[in-house]
């Protein structure tokens, strides 16, 4: 059995170094005598590992002490409800920006908390595009203004950071998160699902400005509650230990490649081959606006869809895997993020280029 090029969105590929560091110690973790999987949260060796994990996070992000980092739990999709719950505190309602799939379902989860101010859209445009800030109609009196800085589905990614004054800002980063730099001191939160490019699933890793601590609301569950979380080191309850763990390995190997400043240099040229590729192919098209093309996400059609099942299957004999487009989308989607090598993208392109020259 050897492993496959697999292009999932998420859960997606991790890297094979870290997994087989993982099956290395599955069975006795540096001489404990016990899996991670096994340990007590509170004992010595796992708060090692959770401790490791955050510093080295904090390192690559460049995360100062003025955020707590948090590794919950429940994946990203219920950050959608613990963010208003905690940040909307005495404030009437938040600015959000819809840009595609994903910002709409935050979008809808804090409806059911306050009032939504839904400041820009670009969904007239089939979320191929992002409008400018200029046109926003932010409010000085939002709680805070959340927007999805890559949206995943579509593959539309921003080019630049909102402005948002002394409103704070909070960015679903879980398909971007240490895919590039990112300046952390511009943001209020910034919270990321793993399954994309951080470890298994279920586990979310949040940052937020302590500041922004102890404003949630009096029902909010103590489990979604940020105070709560950062008091105890996210470990109120029993934590997703070897997620966390994993998470931590994901992290070293991060470090091992140069840290996300060179992840960025070849995420972007990955990202540049595929797009350069697709563009000077007419039997492939892909629909967003160049300028916010997806560095993590590459969506694309063929010119006729009627080859889309011939074109998986052979991608599939080739061992390049799970390229569907999102049911609500159709066509094709290639995620390369951080642990998809460029050999990858390099055997997609060449698989692309017979494909169309056979059948095209
Ligand atoms: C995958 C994804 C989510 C949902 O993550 P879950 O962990 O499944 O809840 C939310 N936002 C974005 C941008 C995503 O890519």
């Given at each position: 059995?050897?492993?496959?090029?697999?292009?999932?969105?998420?859960?997606?590929?991790?890297?094979?170094?870290?997994?087989?560091?993982?099956?290395?110690?599955?069975?006795?973790?540096?001489?404990?005598?016990?899996?991670?999987?096994?340990?007590?949260?509170?004992?010595?060796?796992?708060?090692?590992?959770?401790?490791?994990?955050?510093?080295?996070?904090?390192?690559?992000?460049?995360?100062?002490?003025?955020?707590?980092?948090?590794?919950?739990?429940?994946?990203?999709?219920?950050?959608?409800?613990?963010?208003?719950?905690?940040?909307?505190?005495?404030?009437?309602?938040?600015?959000?920006?819809?840009?595609?799939?994903?910002?709409?379902?935050?979008?809808?989860?804090?409806?059911?908390?306050?009032?939504?101010?839904?400041?820009?859209?670009?969904?007239?445009?089939?979320?191929?595009?992002?409008?400018?800030?200029?046109?926003?109609?932010?409010?000085?009196?939002?709680?805070?203004?959340?927007?999805?800085?890559?949206?995943?589905?579509?593959?539309?990614?921003?080019?630049?950071?909102?402005?948002?004054?002394?409103?704070?800002?909070?960015?679903?980063?879980?398909?971007t998160m240490l895919s590039r730099p990112v300046?952390?001191?511009?943001?209020?939160?910034?919270?990321?699902?793993?399954?994309?490019?951080?470890?298994?699933?279920?586990?979310?890793?949040?940052?937020?400005?302590?500041?922004?601590?102890?404003?949630?609301?009096?029902?909010?569950?103590?489990?979604?509650?940020?105070?709560?979380?950062?008091?105890?080191?996210?470990?109120?309850?029993?934590?997703?230990?070897?997620?966390?763990?994993?998470?931590?390995?994901?992290?070293?190997?991060?470090?091992?490649?140069?840290?996300v400043k060179?992840m960025g240099q070849?995420n972007a040229?990955?990202?540049?081959?595929?797009?350069?590729?697709?563009?000077?192919?007419?039997?492939?098209?892909?629909?967003?606006?160049?300028?916010?093309?997806?560095w993590m996400?590459?969506?694309?059609?063929?010119?006729?869809?009627?080859?889309?099942?011939?074109?998986?299957?052979?991608?599939?004999?080739?061992?390049?895997?799970?390229?569907?487009?999102?049911?609500?989308?159709?066509?094709?989607?290639?995620?390369?993020?951080?642990?998809?090598?460029?050999?990858?993208?390099?055997?997609?392109?060449?698989?692309?280029?017979?494909?169309?020259?056979?059948?095209?």
């Amino acid at each position: 059995m050897s492993r496959a090029f697999n292009f999932c969105a998420g859960p997606a590929t991790l890297p094979e170094a870290v997994l087989k560091q993982a099956r290395d110690e599955m069975l006795d973790w540096r001489g404990t005598g016990m899996s991670v999987m096994e340990m007590s949260h509170r004992g010595d060796a796992f708060v090692t590992i959770a401790e490791t994990a955050e510093k080295d996070l904090r390192e690559l992000a460049g995360v100062s002490d003025d955020y707590a980092v948090l590794f919950m739990q429940g994946g990203a999709s219920s950050q959608f409800a613990t963010i208003p719950l905690n940040l909307l505190g005495d404030k009437s309602s938040a600015d959000y920006v819809n840009t595609g799939i994903w910002s709409k379902k935050a979008i809808a989860e804090a409806k059911r908390y306050g009032n939504v101010n839904v400041v820009a859209s670009s969904e007239d445009s089939g979320f191929t595009t992002i409008p400018e800030q200029s046109v926003w109609t932010t409010s000085a009196e939002a709680a805070y203004l959340h927007y999805t800085p890559n949206e995943t589905i579509g593959g539309l990614e921003y080019d630049f950071i909102p402005d948002t004054g002394s409103v704070p800002l909070v960015a679903d980063m879980s398909s971007t998160m240490l895919s590039r730099p990112v300046d952390v001191s511009k943001f209020g939160l910034i919270y990321a699902g793993a399954q994309k490019n951080i470890g298994p699933s279920g586990l979310v890793v949040v940052i937020i400005r302590k500041d922004l601590l102890g404003r949630a609301r009096k029902e909010t569950p103590t489990m979604m509650n940020y105070q709560v979380m950062a008091e105890n080191g996210s470990m109120y309850n029993t934590p997703s230990t070897y997620s966390w763990y994993l998470a931590g390995l994901v992290f070293q190997w991060l470090k091992a490649q140069g840290g996300v400043k060179a992840m960025g240099q070849i995420n972007a040229r990955k990202a540049k081959k595929l797009y350069d590729f697709i563009d000077n192919n007419d039997f492939y098209a892909n629909p967003i606006d160049p300028r916010f093309r997806s560095w993590m996400n590459v969506p694309f059609t063929l010119a006729d869809g009627a080859l889309n099942d011939e074109f998986l299957k052979g991608a599939d004999a080739r061992g390049l895997l799970n390229l569907q487009g999102h049911r609500s989308v159709g066509g094709m989607r290639a995620s390369i993020y951080n642990a998809m090598p460029e050999s990858g993208v390099d055997a997609l392109i060449q698989y692309m280029a017979e494909f169309a020259k056979e059948r095209g």
